[in-house]
């Protein structure tokens, strides 16, 4: 069956970076690209980018562009996404999900992630 | 960038009874190359990742029960659930994929009357 399985909750300074990985199993993982979504607490969905895992190429939020990089490793079936110059309003539950044709049908299970001094 | 407006922000529905809910785009999210709108419906429960129910605007997510339905075109869609039942309580969003940015509604929230 098909499963995106994220890292850990993560709690990091105003300023650091983090970087949340999201292992796909249960399918060719090169065969469907990986988007990011990042949900703030009592908040809606707000879409970060995507990455295609077969050529690497990505597309980033605007708001975000400058300060996120989506990457991925084939040999691993595992994205990465890191965050950096992290600030208070960067604290969210950040998801992947499986993308096809612009739909994102597999979400994995959200790792935490919160700033505070 | 899309802005995608929903309507309702909530609703309460009775059991048994219709819930919709209105998604606006800021522009056409209809290709077309192939006549297909770039447009999806996602539900979420709390403490849960959102669940495809809908893609393409009317095309139903396998597994989705058939209370589900979508329509709409161009810009603007609307999700029917037409027998309301407990499970449903939910936050649906929709989501458009027409541009190289996509963007999702703000969310509505669906709650039993």
């Known amino acids: 069956q098909v499963q995106l399985v994220q890292s850990g909750a993560e709690v990091k300074k105003p300023g650091a970076s983090v970087k949340v990985s999201c292992k796909g199993s249960g399918y060719t993982f090169t065969s469907y690209g990986i988007s990011w979504v990042r949900q703030a607490p009592g908040e809606g969905l707000e879409w970060m980018g995507w990455?295609?895992?077969?050529?690497?190429?990505?597309n980033y939020a605007q708001r975000l562009q400058g300060r996120v990089t989506m990457t991925t490793d084939a040999s691993t079936s595992t994205a990465y996404m890191e965050l950096r110059s992290l600030r208070s309003d960067d604290t969210a539950v950040y998801h992947c999900?499986?993308?096809?044709?612009?739909?994102?049908?597999?979400w994995g299970q959200g790792t935490l992630v919160t700033v505070s001094s | 960038d899309i802005v995608m407006t929903q309507s309702p922000d909530s609703l309460a529905v009775s059991l048994g009874e219709r819930a919709t809910i209105n998604c606006k785009s800021s522009q056409s999210v209809l290709h077309s190359s192939n006549n297909k709108n770039c447009l999806a419906w996602y539900q979420q429960k709390p403490g849960q990742p959102p669940k495809l129910l809908i893609y393409w605007a009317s095309t139903r997510e396998s597994g989705v029960p058939d209370r589900f339905s979508g329509s709409g075109s161009g810009t603007d869609f609307t999700l029917t659930i037409s027998s309301l039942q407990a499970e449903d309580v939910a936050v649906y969003y929709c989501q458009q994929c027409y541009s190289t940015l996509w963007t999702f509604g703000q969310g509505t929230k669906v709650e039993v009357k």
């Open positions: 990455i295609s895992t077969y050529s690497g190429d990505t």
């Open positions: 999900a499986r993308e096809y044709g612009g739909t994102l049908d597999y």
